[in-house]
């Protein structure tokens, strides 16, 4: 194996600014968490195998370009550090951006990253005023220039149709598995398979629009899949990236849904508040578009946030909109992206409000409705049924609640889902006061099994 060769040129750095390595690996470290990357360990022993010639991972060469600069205030590029390779911005997917070939660039370029797992993305954390500032220029942007390009490769009918077929049976496995199950092939299809079609397709404005919406719906399932992996982050990434997508595509009304879709995370995360302003923006995208069924679920949206900040009155009166939404939508003659949003669904968003505020009959009421539900949503049933035990635990209920508790782990068993073990640990919280039931106690011991105490 050949020697490295020492990287005198970081080593020089080194002395100008007068840093010890353990003092450097700190710095790295601080500024890492500072910048959402929560999973940085480094330490003394790592700089000295950098200064040797081991070259770091990303996002390590950014970090000390930043942390040098401004300790000698001046610029430090990578070349600087001397640390070969173009370094990847730590803030890849997080930008709402301005133009379809930025955008084309920024997606493909996270799919890739994704897709090679660099940590910097499977670390990151959620943030707030991406979310925001992705929202805003959603709504106040316009559409932008028209998606086409010149590239050697034809795009056509067929490849669409492809990836809207590849993007269902997908979205089929994720409902009955969970995303753990098959968010990594999602992943590579889209770098694999979409991309080149975006960055070398030759396309024009109809089919570049329609190219735009599919990768925008597989890009929203990939985040989705995060989303239930619980890397929050970077499910934030690729929602924000489908919303860009979306806005070629000038397609209002899926970008209401993946905004519905931020406002689900920033409720689950507990950002309430967030998930207002987000549950808001795809109000107003639904009324653009004219679809009944997603401003209800716009509006739902905003009561279960209402209901997290304990405002009974304010989540009254969303709930009393999305009822006059619903009322008037008319299934057949709306997107197939928002057909699984029924009644049943309508009523375990209902059931969710009415627990958060504490009125366990009504919570039981509605979470009963829920599991009038499509069988194919394995996923959803566990959660509806685990919701279902809580409201009965609401209500002081042992019963009831240790039999719908047993059945939602029954399929928690099969899903590989973070969040489907968040809320087996959820319910065993809520099931606590009820512990001296036998019956119980022993559901409360099985949640072991599926989501260990931390």
């Known amino acids: 194996m050949p020697q490295r060769e020492p990287n005198l040129l970081l080593q020089h750095l080194i002395a100008e600014a007068d840093f010890s390595h353990k003092g450097l ?23 000295l195998r950098w200064t040797s010639g081991q070259q770091p991972r990303d996002p390590v060469p950014a970090l000390l370009g930043e942390i040098f600069a401004l300790r000698l205030g001046r610029p430090v590029t990578q070349e600087d550090l001397g640390m070969a390779g173009a370094a990847t911005s730590l803030d890849l ?44 220029r959603w709504l106040t942007l316009p559409m932008g220039a028209t998606p086409q390009a010149g590239g050697p490769r034809k795009v056509g009918a067929p490849d669409i149709a492809a990836i809207r077929e590849v993007t269902r049976s997908f979205g089929e496995l994720d ?26 397709g ?50 209002h009304g899926f970008g209401g849904e993946i905004l519905a879709g931020m406002a689900h995370q920033a409720i689950y995360i507990g950002q ?15 009324r653009r578009a004219g679809i009944p069924s997603l401003l209800a679920e716009a509006y739902v949206l905003e009561a279960h946030a209402h209901a997290a900040l304990s405002d009974g ?24 992206w928002i057909r699984y949003f029924d009644e049943a669904y309508l009523a375990a968003k209902y059931a969710h409000c009415f627990r958060d505020l504490g009125d366990g009959p009504q919570a039981v009421r509605y979470a009963r409705r829920s599991l009038d539900m499509d069988g194919r949503y394995v996923r959803g049933r566990m959660f509806n049924l685990s919701l279902l035990a809580s409201a009965h635990a609401l209500c002081g209920e042992a019963e009831a609640a240790g039999q719908a ?50």
């Open 272 to 286: 309430p508040r967030h998930a207002l302003d987000l549950a808001g923006a795809s109000q107003l995208s639904a």
């Open 93 to 136: 997917g997080q930008e709402f951006t301005h133009s379809w070939q930025e955008g084309v660039e920024t997606v493909t370029a996270l799919w890739r990253a994704d897709m090679e797992r660099r940590r910097f993305l499977l670390d990151s954390a959620f943030a707030v005023g991406a979310g925001s500032t992705g929202a805003l």
């Open 175 to 200: 409902n009955r598995f969970g995303g753990g199950r098959v968010r990594a092939a999602v992943v590579r299809y889209l770098d694999s398979a979409v991309a080149p079609m975006l960055k070398d």
């Open 202 to 251: 030759m396309y024009g404005e109809a089919t570049g629009r329609a190219l735009a919406s599919a990768a925008a719906e597989v890009t929203r399932l990939a985040g989705w899949m995060a989303y239930d992996l619980e890397q929050h982050g970077l499910a934030q990434r690729h929602l924000i990236q489908a919303l860009s997508l979306a806005r070629g595509a000038g397609d």
């Open 25 to 47: 690996a700190r710095r790295l470290n601080d500024l890492g968490a500072a910048r959402g990357l929560a999973g940085l360990r480094y330490d003394h022993s790592s700089v």
């Open 313 to 336: 009155a304010a989540c009254a009166a969303a709930l009393h909109e999305a009822d006059l939404a619903f009322d008037r939508r008319s299934p057949e003659d709306e997107p197939q």
């Open 405 to 454: 508790g047993a059945s939602a782990l029954d399929l928690a068993a099969g899903l590989q889902s973070a969040r489907t073990r968040s809320y087996v640990a959820d319910l065993r919280k809520r099931l606590r006061p009820l512990g001296e039931d036998a019956g119980v106690a022993a559901l409360i011991e099985r949640t072991r099994h599926l989501a260990p105490a931390a």
